[in-house]
């Protein structure tokens, strides 16, 4: 069985940070390392939007909302993917999911990150 969970949300205030981290499991193991993953975020009443992705050789991509504020990184070894989030701001607050484009893989129960003005 496939599973992803996300964790590391919280409260925060603005211009604070959180690390989140999506731990993979089951049989997602044997693409997981092999594969682009990304972290999306959804807001009450909004679509989710992808907002950092990662390569399996480490090359990374973000969404201008967040680009020199937010960091994806991975470690192979652990199948984990972490994002790094600095200078928080009221517009963060969402829930945060992480998942492999482009592969039919449920969503996780997401974690929650709420940044306080």
């Known amino acids: 069985q496939v599973q992803l969970v996300e964790s590391g949300g919280g409260l925060v205030q603005a211009g604070g940070s959180l690390r989140l981290s999506c731990a993979a499991s089951g049989s997602i193991f044997s693409i997981f390392s092999f594969n682009t993953v990304g972290w999306y975020r959804q807001a009450p009443g909004k679509q989710r939007d992808l907002v950092a992705t990662v390569t399996s050789g480490g090359s990374t991509n973000y969404a201008d909302s967040v680009k020199g504020r937010f960091t994806i990184s991975r470690d192979n070894a652990k199948n984990t993917v972490y994002l790094q989030m600095n200078s928080l701001k009221a517009e963060d607050t969402a829930a945060y999911y992480c998942?492999?484009?482009?592969?039919?893989?449920?969503w996780g129960q997401g974690t929650q990150v709420t940044v306080s003005s």
């Open positions: 998942n492999l484009p482009g592969f039919s893989i449920g």
